[in-house]
């Protein structure tokens, strides 16, 4: 009996061992949201390590803007000011480069019309969507409800190609 309980007590502190080997030198993903609150968006989260960054985007009067309700929208920012110049910026400098960052879209107003601008904002800026080192996701709750995932899907590949 106590043969088993030090066998089991080894197996466990080597298991605990190579766990701590393997997965503790893995760096931690840092997500921003709301960097439209920041005196610096993007920017501060950029420079503080995160490599996630997500957008709340509404389209208003033919602008993309981001906020996280529609009553704090503000002029100045705008998706192309807060999230596509500084990422080209990144890539143009080669600032950081091989750090593989993730953009996350979260389309708050009507889908359609918002996603429509937001490839063309996007197609705007092939340096990022040709990337390889930045992962683009779209979302939107209005994608669910209305038969424009496909479309999303579409969009997507023209995108990339």
Known sequence: MKYNSKITRVLFLLTLV???TLFGQQKPIIHSHNDYLQSVPFWNA????????????????????????QSEIQPKNTFETLYAKPLKTVLNLQYQEGKKLLLLIDIKSEAVSTLNKVISVLKKYPSIHNSNNIKIVISATDLL????????LIYILIIKN
Not at 50 to 56: H, L, Q, V
């Open 18 to 20: 190579v766990h701590c």
């Open 46 to 69: 950029f420079s503080n390590g995160a490599t996630s960054f997500e957008a709340d985007v509404f389209l208003k009067d033919k602008q993309l803007f981001v906020a996280h309700t």
């Open 145 to 152: 409800q209305t038969p424009t995932t496909l479309t999303l």
